[in-house]
């Protein structure tokens, strides 16, 4: 699947409604702001980064807000649009009510959006936000990025029947805050199901694609990954501390591994963007805690391993020491923006062995935050790593480096390689 934000009171909104509107529909001139004017849009700025909107809207060739990345779904290839201050390409001629159709309710100027723009979750944005998120998306740097077509056949390119589908599988939420928690607590869970939109990748999808609300954050396969399960029982079962999550979430980085893939880029261009206030409250929502007395935000810490007679006996040792060792250490130890440490690791921990195994098998990408947190790319092994080896080598990690005892077969290996090859 995402995110955050720490939202200040603002007295007055703006002298009204109508002003806000005037001041970001001017075209050629910029008048000075009000200082109402500029913490709004300011606030907005940071609602843009909780929602993750440039990660989305923006590719690396491209320019900020000019859409044109790609996402692959069973109907055929979407691409985002254009939502910079752009009057031809972008949404700068949007008045304000067609923004909020835009955002809470899928309808655009031009016709129905597809459901891959999260407003199933946004529509639990309040109007306060959707204020300034508007405020803010018209002073934008206006793209000059034209929108690619989307490659999608018959008859799903028909954007009439995305009503039905409305119909049927948007309820449009609201946010109801839960009467007995705290107000971080029910912060959290603004972000978390609003504009955080977390359960659009970690909760599976039904025949037509609607998330199973029943089974909330209960994780779900997305691009040849499994967005894991968020649920704050199964987090406590992995052992995810209020500290490791409050780091993993603000720096893509904890104890218990690294960011990879889609969640790298969520965390590059919104997570790491919250104030800890916001992480905080997410990490309370999420593992349903109070927040510890101590700072939640922690630094890795890296531990020492010794490899005992056992571990140089299984098979995949020998595996492991040709093929991971050189970045992550021969006792796992990780090596500071090179390698994460593998000890405690939650892909390595999970008993499900999905992603263990789509990341042996296809690699990840480089993934740089700054110049100061950093991590190379890791091959993947289909061509040199047969499904025995590969079984072998994760039975391995997670003998050595976590609490599972079981053995994983070259069955199950294979059974993992046929649904990432199907995806």
């Given at each position: 699947?995402?995110?955050?934000?720490?939202?200040?009171?603002?007295?007055?909104?703006?002298?009204?409604?109508?002003?806000?509107?005037?001041?970001?529909?001017?075209?050629?001139?910029?008048?000075?702001?009000?200082?109402?004017?500029?913490?709004?849009?300011?606030?907005?700025?940071?609602?843009?980064?909780?929602?993750?909107?440039?990660?989305?809207?923006?590719?690396?060739?491209?320019?900020?807000?000019?859409?044109?990345?790609?996402?692959?779904?069973?109907?055929?290839?979407?691409?985002?649009?254009?939502?910079?201050?752009?009057?031809?390409?972008?949404?700068?001629?949007?008045?304000?009510?067609?923004?909020?159709?835009?955002?809470?309710?899928?309808?655009?100027?031009?016709?129905?959006?597809?459901?891959?723009?999260?407003?199933?979750?946004?529509?639990?944005?309040?109007?306060?936000?959707?204020?300034?998120?508007?405020?803010?998306?018209?002073?934008?740097?206006?793209?000059?990025?034209?929108?690619?077509?989307?490659?999608?056949?018959?008859?799903?390119?028909?954007?009439?029947?995305?009503?039905?589908?409305?119909?049927?599988?948007?309820?449009?939420?609201?946010?109801?805050?839960?009467?007995?928690?705290?107000?971080?607590?029910?912060?959290?869970?603004?972000?978390?199901?609003?504009?955080?939109?977390?359960?659009?990748?970690?909760?599976?999808?039904?025949?037509?694609?609607?998330?199973?609300?029943?089974?909330?954050?209960?994780?779900?396969?997305?691009?040849?990954?499994?967005?894991?399960?968020?649920?704050?029982?199964?987090?406590?079962?992995?052992?995810?501390?209020?500290?490791?999550?409050?780091?993993?979430?603000?720096?893509?980085?904890?104890?218990?591994?690294?960011?990879?893939?889609?969640?790298?880029?969520?965390?590059?261009?919104?997570?790491?963007?919250?104030?800890?206030?916001?992480?905080?409250?997410?990490?309370?929502?999420?593992?349903?805690?109070?927040?510890?007395?101590?700072?939640?935000?922690?630094?890795?810490k890296l531990t020492s391993l010794v490899t005992s007679q056992f571990d140089i006996k299984l098979p995949g040792y020998r595996i492991y020491m040709d093929k991971c060792s050189g970045c992550h250490g021969q006792n796992g130890q990780g090596t500071p923006n090179v390698a994460p440490a593998l000890e405690n690791n939650a892909t390595i921990a999970n008993s499900n062995i999905f992603n263990t195994v789509a990341v042996l098998n296809n690699g990840i990408e480089r993934q740089s935050y700054s110049q100061n947190q950093t991590y190379y790319a890791m091959p993947g092994y289909k061509n040199s790593l047969n499904d025995q080896q590969m079984a072998d080598l994760i039975t391995y990690l997670h003998k050595r480096f976590s609490s599972q005892v079981t053995t994983t077969t070259a069955k199950q290996v294979a059974a993992v390689k046929k649904q990432l090859a199907n995806d």
């Amino acid at each position: 699947m995402k995110p955050s934000l720490k939202i200040s009171a603002i007295c007055g909104l703006l002298l009204s409604s109508g002003a806000v509107y005037a001041q970001a529909e001017s075209t050629d001139t910029q008048a000075p702001l009000s200082e109402n004017m500029a913490q709004l849009i300011a606030q907005g700025k940071y609602l843009a980064a909780a929602g993750d909107c440039s990660g989305c809207h923006t590719i690396d060739s491209g320019q900020v807000y000019g859409g044109g990345r790609a996402f692959d779904t069973p109907f055929g290839t979407l691409y985002s649009t254009n939502i910079s201050s752009d009057k031809q390409h972008g949404i700068g001629n949007y008045s304000y009510q067609q923004f909020v159709d835009a955002v809470r309710n899928g309808v655009a100027p031009k016709g129905n959006l597809y459901p891959a723009m999260p407003y199933t979750s946004y529509h639990r944005i309040n109007d306060h936000d959707m204020h300034a998120l508007y405020a803010y998306f018209m002073q934008t740097k206006p793209a000059t990025q034209p929108n690619r077509e989307n490659g999608i056949g018959f008859p799903f390119n028909i954007r009439m029947g995305l009503k039905v589908w409305n119909l049927i599988a948007f309820d449009k939420p609201t946010f109801i805050p839960t009467a007995d928690k705290t107000p971080l607590w029910n912060r959290g869970k603004y972000l978390v199901q609003g504009l955080g939109h977390c359960g659009e990748c970690h909760t599976p999808r039904n025949f037509m694609m609607a998330t199973e609300q029943q089974h909330a954050l209960e994780g779900a396969v997305v691009n040849n990954l499994n967005a894991p399960n968020i649920t704050s029982k199964n987090l406590a079962q992995e052992h995810w501390t209020f500290n490791n999550l409050a780091q993993f979430l603000k720096t893509g980085q904890s104890p218990k591994g690294t960011a990879f893939n889609d969640m790298f880029i969520v965390e590059k261009h919104s997570l790491t963007q919250l104030d800890d206030h916001d992480i905080t409250a997410i990490t309370s929502y999420l593992l349903n805690q109070t927040q510890p007395p101590q700072s939640a935000v922690a630094q890795p810490k890296l531990t020492s391993l010794v490899t005992s007679q056992f571990d140089i006996k299984l098979p995949g040792y020998r595996i492991y020491m040709d093929k991971c060792s050189g970045c992550h250490g021969q006792n796992g130890q990780g090596t500071p923006n090179v390698a994460p440490a593998l000890e405690n690791n939650a892909t390595i921990a999970n008993s499900n062995i999905f992603n263990t195994v789509a990341v042996l098998n296809n690699g990840i990408e480089r993934q740089s935050y700054s110049q100061n947190q950093t991590y190379y790319a890791m091959p993947g092994y289909k061509n040199s790593l047969n499904d025995q080896q590969m079984a072998d080598l994760i039975t391995y990690l997670h003998k050595r480096f976590s609490s599972q005892v079981t053995t994983t077969t070259a069955k199950q290996v294979a059974a993992v390689k046929k649904q990432l090859a199907n995806d």
